[in-house]
Nanobody, 126 residues
Framework: QVQLVESGGGLVQAGGSLRLSCAAS????????MGWFRQAPGKEREFVAG????????YYADSVKGRFTISRDNAKNAVYLQMGSLNPEDTAVYYC???????????????????WGQGTQVTVSS
């Protein structure tokens, strides 16, 4: 089992950058596939980015591709989301998620992940 705690959210102007962090506690962090999701008011939770256990393979939603970068440090039990060129449509609560690693296609639905953080608010002003 793993516990997740996000940090790094806040208020930023359009065009700005933020770096989100997710600290994981529990055993064998490297056994987990990690993802970032977000949920805006009145909208469903959506996949933002994901990373496999080794960090060698990353995946992004089309809406953030080229602007966001996901990374992980298994030695520190942490995963990060570097966000750049932010726009008001990026405003949401951002969640870190984990699931035991598996083969095949990378999971991108919220139901595919077993563990969730409490979320961190990101607000982008125009």
């Amino acid at each position: 089992q793993v516990q997740l705690v996000e940090s790094g959210g806040g208020l930023v102007q359009a065009g700005g950058s933020l770096r989100l962090s997710c600290a994981a506690s529990g055993r064998a962090f490297s056994n987990y596939v990690m993802g970032w999701f977000r949920q805006a008011p009145g909208k469903e939770r959506e996949f933002v980015a994901g990373i496999r256990w080794s960090g060698a393979n990353t995946y992004y939603a089309d809406s953030v591709k080229g602007r966001f970068t996901i990374s992980r440090d298994n030695a520190k039990n942490a995963v990060y989301l570097q966000m750049g060129s932010l726009n008001p449509e990026d405003t949401a609560v951002y969640y870190c998620a984990a699931r035991i690693r598996l083969g095949g296609s990378f999971p991108t639905t919220p139901g595919s992940f077993n563990y969730w953080g409490q979320g961190t608010q990101v607000t982008v002003s125009s």
